[in-house]
DNA sequence: TCTGCATGCAGC
DNA sequence: ACGCTGCATGCAGA
C-alpha cells in the first residue's frame, strides 16, 4: 500500500492508495500536529510513504521518536527516472522541467535535542515549494503517478523498481544516521589536537607547534617574513632556494630533499588538521558527543551521496580515534573489499575476474593467477582500467589484464567509446550518465568544420577523451553505489527485525529516541558502513552485515557467481578498524 | 569589500 | 594528461 503525503498551508493532506494505485479514500486533511501520531498508526500497516523530499518529512517524525519502513522519495526518483534510458520513451523524461528538478528544498537538520547550536532546527520549514498555497498533495499524486506509469513502460521495470527503492531506503538512512549522529568524544579530539598542535588557542591565532615549525621553516630558508599559509611566497620562496618545484603539493615536494621540506611537510599536515578537523569544527559541528553529518543522497551525478557541511565524507583517519563507543555499546566496521573491480566482474560477466576474487583478496587472486608480479600491480592496473589510464606503471599494465580478462576490459572500453562521442551510459539497475554540455558538443562539431585549426581538433579529441574516462568511470562507480545502497538498506532492514525480538521492540518507551536503546547506522563512506550496537549484539550484527552483503549482490546480479566480500571488525574505536 | 577561481588535500 | 567529490584558504579582479 502507498500512502501520498502533502503540505497544503497548515494542513497535510493524505490519499491512501489500494494494491492496485487508486484511491482507497477520498484525499483528507490532518493538522500538521496530529501527523506524527496518524504516521505511527498507520506504520503497522507497513506503508510505502510517498513524499516529495525525505529530507523535508522524515527528521519531524523521528524527533516524534516515530521509523518508517520505507518510503517513495519522488525528487530523487523523478532524477532518476527523467535521466534514464530506461525510461527515455515515457512522457515524464520528455516533459520539460518543473518543480521536481529543482535542487531540494531547504530543509531542516535532523537533530535529537535543542541544543544551542541547532535551536532552529525545530522551526517548521516556511521555504517549501507550495508556499502558494496549491495543494501540493495533488501534485504528489500526479507526479507518482507519471512515475508509475514510466516504470510499468520500461522493459526494465525490476531494475528501477529496485533502485527506486534503494534510492528512498538511502534518504531514509540518511536522516536517521545524521538523527542519531556518530558518537564522538570530544575530550578525546581535544586532547589529540593538543598533543599534535600544542594548546587550543583562539581562533585565527596558530598554536605553539605550528608557530614553531613556521619559525623553523623561515630560518632554513632565510626569509624571515615568509608566510607559510601563502602557496604563492612558499613556492617563490622554495625556487629561491634553488629547488625547481612547480607546485608546493606535499606529493611533489617529497621528490625534492631540502632541510626546510621537512618541516614545511609538516606544517601542511598539520595546518591541514587545524583548519578541516581542528576546534573550531568540533564547537560546530559536535553536539551532545554525536557528530551529526549532513548528508547528501543522490548528491554525486554517479549516485554517490555527498555532503554539506562538516565534511563526513572526508574524515580523515587522523582523527578516527574521537570515535568511540558508548559505555556498553561497540562498533561493528565493516567495508567491502575491492568493491569496484567486483563490480566490474559482474557486470561483463566476467567469470576469470570473478573467480579471482573468490573467498579471497581479488588482487591477491589476480596476482595468484599469474597475470602480474604483485599486489600492487594489480591493483594499480584495475584502477587503470577503470579510470582510463593511458600512460606510466598503470598504463603499462594493462594489456596484462586485457589478456587475463577480456570481458571486463571490454566493457570500460565500449563504456568509454560510448562517452567519447557523446553519448549516455547507464549502471546496473538504471541510472543514466548525463549528456555532455552544449560547449562539449560544440567543441565536437567544430573540429570537424574545415576553418578548425589544429590546436581545435587537439582540443576537441582532449574533451572526447576526458568525457570517455568519465563515461567509463561513471558505469563502475554509479553500479557500486547501488550496491551499496541495497547492502544498506538490507543491513537497516535486518537490524530493525533484530529489534523488534529484543529490548527496543513493542514495548519501547516512545518518550526515547529510536536509536537509543537497539543497534543502527550511524556512519557511510561509500563502501564501508558503521553500526553503532550494545555489545552482547555484535556478533548478530556481524552475520547481519555478511548477509547483507551477499544479499546486495544478488538483488543486482542475481545467480551470477561473484563474491562480496568484506573486511568486518567490532571495535570500541573506529581508529581501530583496518 | 565582496565574489569567484585556483590551489591543496581529505575521502572513496 | 587516471574517475567522483567537499572544504578551507589565499589571491585577483570587480
Given at each position: 500500500m502507498h500512502i501520498v503525503v502533502g503540505r497544503s498551508g497548515g494542513v497535510i493532506l493524505i490519499t491512501e492508495l489500494d494494491a492496485t494505485g487508486s484511491p482507497a479514500t477520498p484525499t483528507f486533511e490532518l493538522p500538521a500536529v496530529n501527523f506524527a501520531q496518524y504516521v505511527r498508526a498507520r506504520e503497522s500497516a507497513s506503508p510505502r510513504w510517498v513524499w516529495d523530499d525525505t529530507a523535508a518529512w522524515y527528521p519531524e517524525l523521528l524527533r516524534a521518536g516515530i521509523r518508517v519502513e520505507r518510503c517513495h522519495d519522488l525528487?530523487?526518483?523523478?532524477?532518476?527516472?527523467?535521466?534514464?534510458?530506461?525510461?527515455?520513451?515515457?512522457?515524464?523524461?520528455?516533459?520539460?522541467?518543473?518543480?521536481?528538478?529543482?535542487?531540494?528544498?531547504?530543509?531542516?537538520?535532523?537533530?535529537?535535542?535543542?541544543?544551542?547550536?541547532?535551536?532552529?532546527?525545530?522551526?517548521?520549514?516556511?521555504?517549501?515549494?507550495?508556499?502558494?498555497?496549491?495543494?501540493?498533495?495533488?501534485?504528489?499524486?500526479?507526479?507518482?503517478?507519471?512515475?508509475?506509469?514510466?516504470?510499468?513502460?520500461?522493459?526494465?521495470?525490476?531494475?528501477?523498481?529496485?533502485?527506486?527503492?534503494?534510492?528512498?531506503?538511502?534518504?531514509?538512512?540518511?536522516?536517521?544516521?545524521?538523527?542519531?549522529?556518530?558518537?564522538?568524544?570530544?575530550?578525546?579530539?581535544?586532547?589529540?589536537?593538543?598533543?599534535?598542535l600544542g594548546p587550543r588557542v583562539a581562533y585565527g591565532t596558530r598554536p605553539a607547534k605550528l608557530e614553531a615549525l613556521a619559525a623553523r621553516i623561515r630560518s632554513l630558508l632565510d626569509n624571515p617574513t615568509l608566510n607559510p599559509d601563502s602557496q604563492t611566497e612558499v613556492l617563490r620562496a622554495l625556487k629561491r632556494a634553488g629547488l625547481p618545484v612547480r607546485?608546493?603539493?606535499?606529493?611533489?615536494?617529497?621528490?625534492?630533499?631540502?632541510?626546510?621540506?621537512?618541516?614545511l611537510l609538516e606544517y601542511k599536515k598539520l595546518s591541514r588538521l587545524l583548519s578541516a578537523n581542528g576546534w573550531y569544527w568540533m564547537d560546530?559541528?559536535?553536539?551532545?558527543?554525536?557528530?551529526?553529518?549532513d548528508y547528501v543522497p543522490g548528491g554525486v551525478v554517479t549516485g554517490r551521496w555527498a555532503?554539506?557541511?562538516?565534511?563526513?565524507?572526508?574524515l580523515p583517519k587522523q582523527v578516527r580515534r574521537a570515535v568511540t563507543a558508548d559505555d556498553g555499546w561497540t562498533f561493528v566496521v565493516a567495508d567491502a573489499s575491492q568493491l569496484e573491480p567486483r563490480i566490474l566482474a559482474a557486470l561483463s560477466t566476467d567469470l576469470a575476474m570473478a573467480d579471482a576474487g573468490r573467498g579471497t583478496d581479488l588482487y591477491a587472486g589476480i596476482v595468484a593467477s599469474g597475470v602480474v608480479e604483485t599486489r600492487d600491480h594489480a591493483k594499480v592496473a584495475m584502477l587503470g582500467a577503470m579510470y582510463g589510464a593511458t600512460s606510466g606503471e598503470s598504463g603499462r599494465l594493462l594489456p596484462k589484464l586485457a589478456r587475463a580478462y577480456p570481458r571486463a576490459l571490454e566493457?570500460?572500453?565500449?563504456?568509454?567509446?560510448?562517452?567519447?562521442?557523446?553519448?549516455?551510459?547507464?549502471?546496473?539497475?538504471?541510472?543514466?550518465?548525463?549528456r555532455p554540455s552544449e560547449d562539449w558538443l560544440r567543441a565536437q562539431a567544430y573540429a570537424y568544420a574545415p576553418e578548425a585549426s589544429s590546436a581545435d581538433e587537439r582540443m576537441a579529441r582532449s574533451q572526447a577523451r576526458e568525457w570517455g574516462r568519465f563515461t567509463r568511470n561513471f558505469v563502475v562507480q554509479g553500479s557500486a553505489a547501488e550496491w551499496a545502497l541495497c547492502w544498506m538498506a538490507q543491513i537497516r532492514k535486518a537490524l530493525q527485525k533484530l529489534d523488534a525480538g529484543g529490548a527496543g521492540g513493542a514495548d519501547r518507551d516512545p518518550s526515547q529516541s529510536p536509536?537509543?536503546?537497539?543497534?543502527?547506522?550511524?556512519?557511510f563512506l561509500h563502501d564501508e558502513v558503521v553500526v553503532h550496537t550494545p555489545a552482547a549484539l555484535a556478533p548478530q550484527v556481524q552475520q547481519i552485515i555478511v548477509d547483507a552483503a551477499?544479499?546486495?549482490?544478488?538483488?543486482?546480479?542475481?545467480?551470477?557467481?561473484?563474491?562480496?566480500?568484506?573486511?568486518?571488525?567490532t571495535v570500541e574505536s573506529y581508529a581501530d578498524a583496518k
Open positions: 525528487r530523487l526518483s523523478h532524477v532518476i527516472l527523467c535521466n534514464s534510458a530506461f525510461t527515455a520513451e515515457s512522457p515524464l523524461s520528455q516533459s520539460g522541467p518543473h518543480r521536481w528538478d529543482e535542487a531540494a528544498v531547504a530543509h531542516v537538520p535532523a537533530v535529537p535535542t535543542g541544543d544551542t547550536l541547532f535551536d532552529f532546527a525545530a522551526e517548521p520549514d516556511t521555504s517549501s515549494a507550495d508556499a502558494d498555497g496549491d495543494a501540493d498533495s495533488t501534485d504528489s499524486r500526479v507526479e507518482f503517478q507519471r512515475q508509475q506509469q514510466a516504470l510499468l513502460s520500461s522493459a526494465e521495470t525490476g531494475r528501477l523498481r529496485l533502485l527506486l527503492a534503494a534510492e528512498s531506503a538511502g534518504a531514509l538512512i540518511a536522516a536517521e544516521m545524521q538523527f542519531a549522529g556518530l558518537p564522538w568524544r570530544t575530550d578525546i579530539h581535544d586532547a589529540l589536537l593538543t598533543s599534535e607546485s608546493t603539493r606535499a606529493w611533489e615536494l617529497k621528490e625534492h630533499s631540502h632541510p626546510a621540506l621537512v618541516p560546530t559541528w559536535i553536539v551532545n558527543g554525536r557528530f551529526h553529518p555532503t554539506k557541511g562538516g565534511g563526513a565524507l572526508q566493457l570500460t572500453e565500449a563504456a568509454a567509446r560510448v562517452g567519447e562521442r557523446g553519448g549516455v551510459v547507464t549502471t546496473r539497475l538504471g541510472r543514466s550518465s548525463p536509536f537509543s536503546q537497539s543497534p543502527h547506522l550511524v556512519f551477499t544479499e546486495a549482490g544478488r538483488l543486482l546480479f542475481g545467480e551470477f557467481p561473484v563474491d562480496f566480500l568484506l573486511t568486518v571488525a
